[in-house]
């Protein structure tokens, strides 16, 4: 049993149990940025990413949420994809402003602890179509292109505040990460890699960075699924890989960036017989370095462990259906049932929803209750983002659901107020405890910035973590916690699309949820709280898009 059971244990109990350092303060006069910088290097603007069309909210989620068939139909109404359901460089510049570019400026008054801070422009928050923890985005976007691309072979970095791919690399080093993956993404010489720079978050959150980062990973994979499936292309992460060789090539230090995972693209007109196997020179690495801005840059035992354990064993890829053991466990046929009705469409355009997506911040407004086929959509779209997350490139989960969702029911149409699993095959409903939920919410919440017993429902996403950990050992930690930013990263998209406030927290008591919700005999990990609902009218905001 490695430290990654120790980890996860320590989150389940912080409410109660203080992680260490428990007196830490942030220095935030002291802040890292919220991108690495790259000072001298050369920038290629990406281009215009815009489409006839975009393809309805809804057929993402069904798109992203399972890989199609080679024939199976591409329902986007007007949009036409590229041809070959392959990456150009116009699709991946649309992706990754949608997901992690600056499209605005958050100047909406709410009640998060930031907003005295936000009408400075040293201070300003800029609106992204993924969520992050605290907005503080820690993932580091890489493309590593060989010759198949449109631009001279090399590594990129991409420079989120200039939507511009920076150059680190001149020179094919393809081979190089196709030879960490050893095997996944051999058919292409087009990668992203995405590091995790942890003093980007670990400033504010210390030992807790960790658990937060690797949500951040998977919000951001799931935007990209979500965003490709869209429109009849392909994101699959491969997240067992050898680590440590591909921290050499992007010039990281281990205890300072995480490789969390790599996508191979498909590229419109390559040919797989193209690619050779040959790996880079053992000595050839980014020699450009991150300037930061911090003067004083702290490390936290707790966090260099999960490093550390989380890296050890990454070339060891789980066989097929190792996490078959690992699978949610399903709804109890025994409890009363609550039968919903059928989801409601969400025709708005994905890229839309994006550009809305925000957090409520304490907007939730309960004198107009959310409808029945408003929480079914939610739950719908939950469920499909953990599979938004991916396979991991090893066919480890085959289909397995890892997780499962419950519902504290404040303020919904149609049913009785009550904590509530739900059942995704029959896309129901079934009571756990009747009764108003809204004080045990509210007791077990640590911050001030949302009264939970506003929201029409607070849903809860568990995973069974200690199983996923002796099933593919202490690196499937990422991928638990990767499942669990997919989700929650799906559930704000669909609330923007259905026209609801959302946000989603983890400051709260985990082992209070537990009690609540009888989970000690299965082994689930309540790892987030996210709520819904309608928001008050006519809210105080400045619209101020950028993109």
Not at 131 to 152: I, M
Not at 237 to 246: G, I
Not at 303 to 322: N, S
């Amino acid at each position: 049993m490695g430290y990654a059971h120790d980890y996860a244990a320590a989150i389940m109990q912080r409410g109660r149990v203080p992680m260490a350092p428990a007196d830490f303060v942030p220095n935030w006069s002291d802040g890292p940025r919220k991108a690495k910088y790259y000072p001298g290097v050369d920038s290629l603007p990406l281009p215009d990413s815009g489409y006839p069309a975009d393809a309805r909210l809804d057929h993402a989620f069904a798109a992203g949420a399972q890989r199609p068939a080679d024939d199976a139909p591409f329902d986007a109404g007007t949009q036409q994809p590229p041809a070959d359901g392959a990456f150009d460089l116009t699709s991946l510049s649309g992706m990754l402003l949608d997901s992690y570019g600056l499209t605005g400026r958050r100047l909406g008054v709410q009640a998060n602890t930031d907003l005295s801070a936000l009408p400075f422009y040293p201070l300003a928050n800029w609106s992204r179509g993924s969520a992050s923890g605290g907005g503080l985005y820690p993932v580091s976007v890489y493309w590593v292109s060989g010759p198949g691309g449109p631009v001279t072979p090399g590594v990129h970095y991409y420079s989120t505040r200039h939507h511009t791919m920076q150059r680190l690399l001149t020179g094919d080093v393809s081979g190089e990460v196709r030879a960490a993956l050893g095997g996944p993404g051999a058919d292409t010489d087009q990668y992203l890699v995405l590091g995790i720079k942890y003093w980007q978050n670990a400033f504010k959150y210390n030992s807790f960075s960790f658990h937060a980062v690797s949500m951040d990973l998977g919000a951001a994979v799931g935007t990209w699924r979500m965003w490709a499936g869209a429109r009849g292309l392909s994101v699959e992460p491969v997240m067992w890989f050898d680590e440590a060789r591909l921290q050499k090539l992007l010039g990281v230090r281990p205890e300072e960036e995480g490789v969390f995972a790599v996508i191979p693209l498909k590229w419109t007109g390559q040919q797989a017989s193209s690619h050779s196997a040959e790996a880079a020179p053992a000595d050839v690495s980014v020699r450009h370095r991150d300037i930061e801005r911090s003067r004083e840059v702290l490390t936290f035992d707790a966090l260099l462990k999960m490093q550390a354990t989380t890296a050890e064993h990454a070339t060891e890829r789980p066989a097929p259906g190792a996490l078959a053991p690992a699978a949610a466990p399903p709804a109890d046929p025994m409890r009363p049932g609550a039968p919903l009705p059928s989801a409601r469409p969400m025709p708005v355009d994905v890229r839309t929803a994006l550009r809305r997506r925000r957090s409520s911040f304490g907007r939730f407004d309960a004198a107009r209750p959310v409808t029945g086929d408003q929480l079914a959509a939610c739950l719908g779209a939950a469920d499909a983002g953990s599979r938004l997350g991916g396979d991991t490139g090893t066919g480890a989960a085959d289909g397995v659901r890892l997780t499962k969702l419950y519902a504290f029911v404040n303020h919904v149409e149609g049913l009785e107020p009550g904590a509530y699993e739900y059942d995704p095959d029959a896309r129901d409903l079934r009571l756990v405890k009747a009764g108003r939920p809204g004080e045990f919410l509210q007791r077990n919440y640590f911050l001030s910035n949302y009264n939970l017993e506003q929201a029409g429902a607070v849903l809860v996403p568990t995973i069974r973590t200690s199983a996923v950990l002796d099933a593919v050992g202490d690196r499937g930690y990422r991928l638990v916690n990767a499942t669990i930013g997919a989700v929650a990263q799906s559930l704000y998209t669909a609330c923007s699309g259905l026209d609801l406030g959302c946000g989603v927290a983890l400051g709260f008591d985990n082992v209070s949820y537990i009690e609540e919700l009888g989970l000690d005999a299965t082994g689930e990990a309540p790892l987030l709280i996210m709520m819904v609902g309608n928001e008050r009218p006519a809210p105080a905001d400045f619209r101020y898009e950028i993109a």
